[in-house]
T-cell receptor, first 114, second 116 residues
């Protein structure tokens, strides 16, 4: 069956450290993978998109990698701050009844303590 | 940047009531909009894909007669939960893209629906 697994439901780190979040998928062949941030009671906000032919993407303190052999994406936040505390969702293009749609993992809730 | 507005943000109503949720793309035209449902500590589950001017396509297990979707213009899609019951209580979120494949989705801020 198809699965998207974000291995840690929760991750607690200290301010200034690098947070590394993992997304693994099974029985998908995504053309791209996206990462979103979701705050409590809010909709997801887009962070980064990486395509299947890209190994790594960066945006300010964020970095995402995509390994299609391992079927895994890693999402890094360097020099983490308490304001980075949120739930981070990975999503990929999967099949839907209408064609394709974004399919989401359950998310990892990151808590950054000062 | 592209903005999607969702209204209302929070609804509490009695069992048996029908509730309409609006999703608007404010600064772009959205040929396609998506409706998701999210239960606590769960992932966003796709309910349906809504295309302007045509019938919505529902995912397996989603009752099309209970969750009526209308996408009458390029900037507005509505989801009506008909005869809502407590088990329909959830967080409903819409999203839209700007038409090109492999682009970020723009999400509304969600509607918290509580049925008593």
């Amino acid at each position: 069956s198809q699965k998207i697994e974000q291995n840690s439901e929760a991750l607690n780190i200290q301010e200034g450290k690098t947070a590394t979040l993992t997304c693994n998928y099974t029985n998908y062949s995504p053309a791209y993978l996206q990462w979103y941030r979701q705050d409590p009671g809010r909709g997801p906000v887009f962070l980064l998109l990486i395509r299947e032919n890209e190994k790594e993407k960066r945006k300010e303190r964020l970095k995402v990698t995509f390994d299609t052999t391992l079927k895994q994406s890693l999402f890094h936040i360097t020099a983490s701050q308490p304001a980075d505390s949120a739930t981070y969702l990975c999503a990929l293009d999967g099949r839907s009844q209408a064609g394709t749609a974004l399919i989401f993992g359950k998310g990892t809730t990151l808590s950054v303590s000062s | 940047g592209a903005v999607v507005s969702q209204h209302p943000s929070w609804v509490i109503c009695k069992s048996g009531t029908s509730v309409k949720i609006e999703c608007r793309s404010l600064d772009f035209q959205a040929t396609t909009m998506f409706w998701y449902r999210q239960f606590p500590k769960q992932s966003l589950m796709l309910m349906a894909t809504s295309n302007e001017g045509s019938k919505a396509t529902y995912e397996q297990g989603v009752e099309k007669d209970k969750f009526l979707i209308n996408h009458a213009s390029l900037t507005l899609s509505t989801l009506t939960v008909t005869s809502a019951h407590p088990e329909d209580s959830s967080f409903y979120i819409c999203s839209a893209d700007q038409g090109a494949g492999g682009q970020p989705q723009h999400f509304g801020d969600g509607t918290r629906l509580s049925i008593l």
